[in-house]
């Protein structure tokens, strides 16, 4: 009983810390920060799916949403410029 | 049994994008905003996969319990690396806007003075 | 190895030989320029090869064909389909001749126009991609398999479109494209697992049968539909077609047209193949009259489909850009063709809603092969004088005759002016749509005169006129690239001359499978249908 | 077997027919005609006279290449006079990405509306 | 570019090799425990990821090339596809699973096995599909960091 | 606030609402109700193609089309990085 309770705080707790990621990732204006916050939201994400019995797609998220996604936006990020304003 | 609130923050995750793309003008930020789009259709897919008491759809030895759907999830690894492949394009055509107009604020970019 | 059993497994090698293809070209460049030029021709040949294999056995029969990936039969014991399935009907056959002639067009073009250029290895390998991604999209009959070839073909379509990379505009456009498409594909891609969620299924057929047009189901409806018309430009979410048609390389430009009308056919497929059973129930009673789902549908894409002509249309006159003005008048062109759907949708079941859908349908082939031809001349204009703006030439028919006549046939058709194929369908449009309500004949036909006066000022001031000086030494262009018009150019000719022949052997099997989903889904579900 | 009949039948709708062969069939006619009726015309014409150079209400004539009439000079009056189309159509196509997806939400929220209201 | 400090490279050259091997453990056994072809090859490509911000891209590009990359993908993927076309001329349809059931290879079948040698064709298209992401990934990768700091900004 | 937005939060507005509606109207969490084809594919997973991760064989066996659609958007994506950067000069 103590055990399901858990399971369910668990699973309403996840969801809105991704959601409090995302919308971090959107408020930032240090676009450096944004993407950080997008990797953080990235591997939430893929406790969530770990916790929802989900191992496969939790692996590939962490792998590529956490990993690859980030690496590619800080490059382009560096490749362009850092703020938001123009 | 907890209420839809794994719905809810789908459609949360996915107005935060729409958000990020409608009202930001910075192209990086639109880029983000797809992401997130995306990240909400992904989660709202594995969790339609999802069934209380259950386990990950995998056999160890002889073990009959209820098991997660693996459909779902096959389709979301689908999604997650269509998802890396269009945001390296993206990003890279966004290099290259910077490159060309000097810019990333959307307004100012592709104007048609034609 | 007899040809029956080529025909059983063509729905998957029209797929799989472009794909194979794809991946063999940049191994194929390391050797030769010319042999993969050749390479690419002959595998476009053999895919086109199978697509009228394949049309002629649908057509002449009329049986559907299904193909099940892995083997076994469509339907487990349970009744359900769990392999993915290519089901290809009259409409499927239809889209996928207009794909393969777009597809064998543009490789030969290419040859040609795009010699100048480096990376042509990747150019071929993409052109390949994207032409097996249309193919995928078009013979699927699974939703997520849709998709998926969906984002193929945009992924391909918008590097091709900045393949330019030095000008600024083409990467905008590019850019806008794929924000664009992954938007509409994310949207649509929610859709299908909104259906997931209710019937656990991704089959068309299976989905078709169990569809109940609950609160959900109208979400996903109007997910796909929106998702799906924004990439077939209709207006208002038209405005990234006039930047990629306009900025991408000519070739590029002619598959283009051909992704565009495959999005069409998702409209249409989703519409009338999965809603298709939920099309003419009742929702709802006020007084006598009782709203049905195709009245509303209906009246919403004849208004969508008459802004689409008229901002098309409007918008073309005004352009000095030349495929600018092009694009714009394939977003009217379009409208026309929406327009037929919608006329069809609210008079369904009638004679002369059947009469639209033909006219519809007709329209889509012709639409694809006059702009196509259009982009055509336009990029053979760009070859030969490195210009774009219709303010800079003059007198240039004194120099490119070929091209002219050309421009002509493809200006014709386009305005719909006997005996051109646009006339054809055009016509069957606009009797139609006059039953339903006699002022959409009337604008339609307006825009159609004022269609013909853009391209009449197109002609005046590009080719017309006397010889401009910077223009002394243009040649007509190569010969691959004159071929490549020249095949557009009979196919258009030979759908202009015997109309009836085509409206009964190619239109009539596709618009029965629009108005009639029944076939489509027994064919999967066998006699389970209720 | 597709027969040769099968080319030349005509395309019959509701309320009327098509045929290519016979419109072409017409048009030799009526070009028939036109030449004919050409015969009677005045045999005076002669080139390379004053008859045929460019009369331009006295001014002089322009260079060969000054006289091509640019394509964004065509059409003028009939965008002048629908010019408060033009300036909304103007409006719409911003070239901005933001207000691409910003019509497809619209359209969407419209479709909700419209279907799911209903 | 010369990349990061010294530690920064020592430590990732160490980790690299098990990053790597538990990536292609995750490929070889994909048709047992959680992981396939594209857990694997994210995992191997976020490896590949790390060398090349520790010792910068022009270093990792002067190792490997795009273009043998490019290559290395298209091997990958026509052997997946190549499988798919064997299931057609050895089996009856396209992406049949020819091998199931053999006696040759990988043709065990049966419940709980937890054999590595079971599933037929599965841990062949495993292998392909993580020669692809890897290559894939791991380019893609590499082209932009190496053509957002290289002098030009262009790849040969 | 200029007409843009205003038009864009109504219908913004809208769309949320009917997707908060569905999501309340989607089946309730952890209960997909009788899912046939997938409980076809976790009983059979086994028996049809041998592998025990029921993932793989959806990925490679059952859904291997989608599969190689996958491969091919990652292959069009390294492709299009390729052609986006090379040299525009021979």
Known sequence: ?????????????????????????????????????VAAMSLLLSLEFYILHAPDVAIAEAGIGACLTTAILVIAIRATRREEEA | MIYNIPYIAVVALILIGLYAVIFKRNLIKIVIGITLIESGVNLFLITLAYRQDSIAPIYHGEISRLMSLPVPHALTLTSIVIGVAVLALMLSLVIHIYRHYGTLDARKIGREEE | MNLETIITHSPALIVAVPLLGAFLTPLVGKINDKLRNVFVILTVGLTTFFVFL?????????NIRTYVFGGGTPITDGGFAIRILFEVDGLNAFMAIIASILALACVIYSWAFMKENTGLDKYYTLILLMVAGMFGMILTGDMFNFFVFLEITSISSCVLIAFWTNKGKAVDAGFKYIVISATGALFILFAIAILYSQYNALNMAFLANSIQYTFLDKIALVLLIAGLAMKAGIVPMHMWLPDAYGRAPSSVTLILVGATQVSLYGVLRMTFTLYGSQLTIPLKQIGDTSITMNGLLGITLIALALITILVGVLMALKQTDFKRLIAFAAVGEIGYIVLAIGAGLTAMGTSYGNMAFRGGIFHIINDALDVGLLFLVAGAIYYATKQTSLNQMGGLSRNMKYTTVFFLIGLLAVAGMPPMNGFASKLLIYQSTYQVNPIIAIVAILCSILLLAVFVKVFHSAFLGPKLPKFKDVKDVPKSMLLAMGIIACFIIFFGLFPEFVVNNLVKPAADAIINNTNYITTVIGGAVP | MISIYDFIETLTTDSGFWNPLIWGVAIVIAFLIVYIIRGFGNKGYKKETEQTKVFLSGNPEYKEEKMHVKASNLYWGFTESLKWVYKVLDKMHTGNVS?????????MGTLFIILGVI | MSGMSKIVKTISSITFPFVTIYGLYVIAHGHLTPGGGFQGGAVVAS??????VAYGSVWTMGKIKEKHLSVLESFGAIGFIGLAFLGLIFGTMFFKNFLVGNDFLFG??????SNISTAGALPLMNFAVGLKVIAGLFGIVLVMAYTTKAKGGKIE | MPARNVAAVIFFTIVAVFFVFGALMTHPFGDPGNPEMDQYIIDNTQGETGADNGVTSVVFDYRG???????????TAFAGVIVLFRRLKK
């Open chain 1, 1 to 37: 009983m103590v055990a399901e309770m858990l399971v369910n705080i668990v699973h309403i707790i996840i969801p809105i810390l991704i959601v409090i990621a995302s919308a971090f990732a959107v408020v930032f204006k240090d676009l450096i920060a944004a993407a950080i916050a």
């Open chain 3, 54 to 62: 394949l049309a002629n056995d649908i057509f002449s029969s009329g």
């Open chain 4, 99 to 107: 207000d691409y997806v910003l019509w497809f939400v619209i359209i």
């Open chain 5, 47 to 52: 490896g590949c990821a790390m060398i090349l």
């Open chain 5, 108 to 113: 065990e079948i049966g419940k709980g096995l």
């Open chain 6, 65 to 75: 089309f989608d599969t190689l659609g996958e491969a091919t958007v990652l292959f």
